[in-house]
């Protein structure tokens, strides 16, 4: 069943690393004879030719971005709003819900940036409704990111990761959209949450750089089969916070990790929609070592 999911092919990192390579060989060559004149004591830091960009409403993201900014030496540009978010969940559910319906994106303090500079950009945000957060909006309809290779990377409560980094792709068709990262709240605000986003970093960028695609990631899977009560146990655990979406798992596949990721195949049918068929990743520690979590849901593509 799974062999018939339609999964994204994201560009390969290495290759589009190694692009960036060769157009910059003889440039930095160049430097770096100018460079080796000098005594050490006078030679500047190479500057970064990495930024990440982000916007955070409640800090979640703010936090992967700092562990991301950390892991690959990049600069760092929050995204502020002109006019904030109001400070509860369910007037931000609002105002984000009248900006999409209306598709009025909201002002930044900050949207022309000077990214001249840099070749590669990692875009942090929250999921909102789906995909990424309003905000970015306004930063892609200010910034021409052309020819820059894009590293999406995400909180959310439950998923948007390949969907918002598929909609990014449409958005910057002349961008080379990399594979995506996201981590669930839940994850990020547990007590070891920052250790967690350090081992979630490090995983992402090993993928990136061995040119993974989130297809590739997936080829270690099982073929999807029936349910058995204990895959049906560590579904139940797994989602016991997320009633809302009323999941609904009708088959599983398995990969041995330290511990088990699980690929639920199932229904959603929360918010009065009818049921969409879904992915919902899971993953099973080793004895002793924590319970099941619900690691994201994934849309599945037709
Ligand atoms: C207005 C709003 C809409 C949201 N929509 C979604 C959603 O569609 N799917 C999801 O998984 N999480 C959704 N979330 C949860 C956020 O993505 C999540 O809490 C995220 O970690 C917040 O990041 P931040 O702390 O950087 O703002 C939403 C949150 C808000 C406030």
Redesign the pocket.
């Known amino acids: 069943m799974l062999g018939k999911l339609k999964l994204g092919v994201a560009v390969s990192a290495v290759a589009v690393s190694a692009m960036f390579v060769a157009c910059n060989d003889r440039a930095e060559s160049d430097a770096q004879s100018k460079a080796q004149a000098k005594p050490a004591a006078e030679v500047a830091p190479a500057a970064s030719k990495s930024v990440v960009v982000y916007?955070?409403?409640?800090?979640?993201?703010?936090k992967l971005a700092g562990v991301l900014k950390q892991a690959v030496n990049a600069d760092e540009i929050e995204l502020r709003l002109v006019t904030p978010?109001p400070s509860t969940?369910d007037s931000?559910?609002a105002a984000?819900g009248a900006q999409r319906e209306s598709k009025q994106w909201p002002a930044l303090e900050n949207a022309k940036l000077d990214l001249a500079k840099y070749d590669t950009v990692y875009l942090g945000y929250?999921?909102?409704?789906?995909s990424f957060?309003p905000p970015i909006y306004t930063f892609l309809d200010s910034n021409d990111l052309s020819g820059k290779v894009v590293v999406p990377f995400?909180?959310?409560?439950?998923?948007?990761r390949k969907v918002s980094a598929a909609e990014l792709k449409t958005l910057e068709p002349g961008a080379n959209v990399t594979l995506a990262m996201g981590v669930?709240?839940k994850r990020?605000s547990r007590d070891d949450g920052d250790s967690i986003a350090k081992v979630e970093v490090e995983t992402f960028l090993a993928n990136l750089a061995a040119g993974k695609t989130d297809e590739m990631l997936m080829g270690g899977y099982s073929e999807q089969r029936p349910l058995t009560a204990e895959d049906s146990a560590v579904f139940a655990a797994a989602t016991k916070d997320y009633a809302y979406l009323q999941l609904k798992p009708l088959s599983v596949s398995t990969q041995v990790v330290a511990g088990m990721n699980y690929l639920f195949l199932g229904t959603m049918s929360g918010f009065n929609r009818p049921p969409a068929e879904t992915m919902v990743k899971i993953f099973k520690p080793l004895p002793g070592r924590g319970e099941p979590e619900l690691i994201e849901?994934l849309v599945v593509e037709k």
Request: proline share 3%.
């Open positions: 916007f955070s409403q409640t800090g979640t993201t703010k978010y969940y931000t559910i984000v929250p999921i909102m409704f789906g957060a995400c909180t959310f409560g439950s998923g948007g669930s709240n990020m849901l």
